[in-house]
């Protein structure tokens, strides 16, 4: 009786179809804090990073570098020298190079952590432990405010807080008062478009592999597998980028 009844629980689950749920499980409370399975994720992506940062700056040879290091400082340079051009100076590219590599590094890290074995399969308390960290919108929103504040920073420090104001608030005519207003729209709007951009198109891959899983096994997750390795590192890559132009647009005066 027993052993009819864990293979009917078993058809009823495969009946039910893939489990997809928009809000993250929470595993546990740490002084009223919850602590979540992305939020899990994001701490062995953080110690992840560490580690690795720390083995590669160990092993650091000025005298003899190693092939290994020399890629690494020739991909640096290239990544600086496209800022420089950007930014249309080398301070600032050495001074936002830190930020944007950080941030590239750890979407990068947590869109690609959703393919490792146990991510989704090992539970606690009967919830996935893992998760992918972008499918939290606690997380894009929280890295689209980083960035919004480093935007609006950055154009505070280089104009000055009435002159970079000035390009959202301004009453010497109406049409400089209208233009201000959609400008101060579009710089808000950009904290929705950061953090839903990342969501949306993480959480549809993992949607779309978990279906495709439940439907298809044999033919289509590997494909998709890949697509979404693709579309990690792409989604990684405009975060940063999108960051670094929106620097550049903050420093510049409205009249320009």
Do not use: C
């Amino acid at each position: 009786m027993t052993e009819e009844t864990s293979h009917t629980q078993e058809a009823a689950e495969h009946a039910a179809g893939p489990h997809i749920s928009l809000a993250p499980e929470q595993l546990g409370e740490f002084m009223g804090i919850p602590i979540t399975n992305t939020l899990i994720t994001s701490w062995v992506v953080m110690i992840f990073l560490i580690i690795v940062a720390y083995i590669i700056r160990r092993n650091l040879n000025p005298k003899h570098p190693t092939k290994g290091q020399n890629f690494i400082e020739m991909l640096f340079e290239y990544i600086i020298s496209f800022m420089e051009g950007v930014l249309e100076s080398r301070k600032l590219a050495m001074t936002y190079f830190p930020l944007l590599a950080t941030m590239f590094l750890f979407i990068w890290a947590s869109n690609w952590a959703e393919f490792l074995p146990g991510v989704g399969s090992i539970t606690y308390n009967g919830e996935a432990l893992f998760r992918s960290v972008n499918t939290d919108l606690n997380v894009t929103i929280a890295l689209a405010l980083i960035s919004f504040i480093v935007i609006e920073a950055s154009g505070v420090r280089a104009l000055g807080f009435f002159k970079y104001t000035s390009k959202f608030i301004n009453f010497s005519s109406p049409l400089k008062f209208f233009v201000g207003l959609i400008e101060l729209i579009s710089e808000l709007a950009r904290l929705i478009s950061f953090s839903f951009r990342l969501f949306g198109n993480i959480f549809a891959g993992e949607v779309l592999i978990a279906v495709t899983v439940f439907f298809l096994p044999l033919f289509m997750p590997v494909p998709l597998m890949m697509f979404e390795l693709f579309v990690g590192f792409i989604q990684a890559a405009v975060f940063a980028l999108l960051t670094l132009f929106f620097v550049k647009i903050a420093r510049v005066p409205a009249e320009h």
